[in-house]
């Protein structure tokens, strides 16, 4: 998942008009009042600790729903740990060795089975301040590890292609549609339109280290990330034939260099009013719009091999957990604030849907009521995934939470011609099974 670059948390406070710290750890201030849709009984007082990530607008947002939890459930106080999403994982990772963690937490994917190796969940079957009434069972049975329901999910992300009709529309492109919105149908059309645009625009962003737009071409050719005992269920051939279609893009003009996005991650603020076209997350347009309030942004699915595999699509859900060793006098309360997080509409009326579609469908038919336009245009992206056939899809293992950055340096060592592509995705793998294997 791409997380804001520490640039471009600065840059986005600036064009929201906000302030904030890249990272915090505060208490949260509480008082009395009214209770939101989806609410259960605290179970007692207690003072708990909640740790989120995220740029300074998230914060914020999501500081300000904490203090309205509070004043629904005056016998709780929030402790707050903030941080971005990198450091949010070191400092995740020190809490874990002292066994100092907080009592609720979000779940970066590539850890959740790193966090689940080391007992970092807590079992959330019959935690009656949990109300899983509006779920379907594959809802909580796609969250279980090993059959055990410990962690619930934020929300949901699928794969999309972002693109500016305001530019197309000015530079009188149309994308390609139906049976020719497919991969090579893509590139031809981004090529083809970097070289003759009038306005000098790039295609698309150059992105072969985003995660989930690989993980869908990985699945249309019968390949996953990972597999259901904790392999990597790529080839050196998967890999190989993603680097290239990435330098195809870069060497024929239609993604920029290297220097002109500063660097493998895309600067979304450097290179956004410049690009037709970017390839992400579908939440993501709920932030990246508003660097960009004059043009007008769409969302696409992403496009598929002529030869797809069935059952390729598949939903992205980011994880928040309860600490495995949290003091069980507060496990009632812990369990009340878990519900405010993924049951309560007006939850997300304050902090947005910047972390997903909600899974649970009372909730996600609820807020498509007042939600924005792009926040809209989300929702019907993951619905339109959501409704499709899906094969399962596995977690990351333990010991292969740098695998994001293992793809990122093989793919700046191939943008800067200093490896092939085979010879690239040969040492990711070689990396990547090295750090498995040391963990197992």
């Known amino acids: 998942m791409r997380e804001m670059s520490r640039r471009n948390v600065l840059k986005f406070a600036a064009v929201a008009g906000l302030t904030g710290t890249a990272a915090a750890c505060s208490g949260v201030g509480g008082g009395s009042g009214g209770g939101g849709s989806g609410g259960t009984d605290a179970g007692g007082s207690a003072t708990l600790r909640y740790a989120w990530w995220g740029n300074n607008v998230r914060q914020e947002n999501y500081t300000n729903a904490l203090n309205q939890f509070m004043e629904d459930h005056s016998e709780i106080t929030v402790e707050t740990e903030f941080a971005e999403y990198t450091a949010f994982q070191e400092r995740m990772t020190t809490q874990m060795a002292a066994r100092n963690v907080p009592d609720l937490f979000w779940v970066p994917s590539a850890q959740v089975m790193t966090y689940y190796a080391n007992d970092m969940f807590h079992d959330l079957d019959g935690l009656e301040t949990l109300d899983l009434s509006d779920y379907d069972a594959d809802d909580i049975d796609g969250l279980r590890l090993d059959g055990v ?16 009709e305001t530019m197309a ?3 009188g492109a149309t994308l390609p549609e139906g049976a020719d919105w497919t991969w090579d149908g893509f590139t031809e059309f981004a090529i083809d339109y970097a070289a ?17 737009t690989l993980e869908a071409w990985l699945r249309q050719r019968g390949e996953e990330l990972w597999t259901g005992d904790g392999q990597i269920g ?22 920029p260099s290297l220097s002109e996005q ?3 991650g895309a600067d979304w603020a450097l290179i956004g009013e410049r690009v037709l076209t970017y390839l992400g997350n579908s939440n993501h347009i709920i ?13 696409r699915t992403m496009p598929v091999a002529a ?12 994880r928040l957990a309860i600490f495995g060793g949290i003091d069980e006098a507060n496990l009632e309360a812990a ?9 309560n509409t007006d939850t997300l009326r304050i902090t947005g849907l910047t972390m997903g579609a909600p899974v649970n469908p009372r909730v996600a038919a609820e807020v498509a009521e007042f939600a924005s336009p792009d926040e809209q245009q989300m929702l019907d992206a993951v619905a339109h995934d959501r409704a499709l056939e899906r094969n399962p899809r596995f977690e990351a293992p333990a010991g292969s939470s740098t695998w994001r950055t293992i793809l990122t340096r093989v793919s700046e060592q191939v943008a800067l011609e200093q490896s092939t592509t085979i010879d690239a995705a040969t040492a990711m793998i070689a990396e990547l099974q090295s750090a498995i294997d040391r963990a197992s």
Do not use: C
């Not at 645009?197 to 989930?212: E, R």
């Not at 369990?335 to 049951?343: A, D, I, M, R």
């Open 196 to 212: 003759n645009n009038p306005n000098g625009n790039w295609a698309v962003n150059y992105g072969p280290d985003h995660d989930l």
């Open 169 to 171: 529309q000015a530079d």
């Open 234 to 255: 790529f080839t050196a051939d998967g890999i190989a034939s993603w680097l290239d279609f990435w330098e195809n893009l870069r060497k024929n003009g239609a993604a």
């Open 149 to 164: 329901h410990n962690t619930m999910a934020l929300g949901i992300f699928v794969p999309v292609v972002r693109y500016n």
């Open 307 to 318: 030869d797809a595999t069935p059952g390729h699509p598949y939903l992205y859900t980011p």
């Open 335 to 343: 369990g009340t604030l878990l519900n405010f997080s993924v049951n």
């Open 287 to 299: 932030d990246d719009a508003q660097f960009f309030p004059e043009a007008t942004f769409k969302l």
């Open 262 to 264: 500063d660097g493998v």
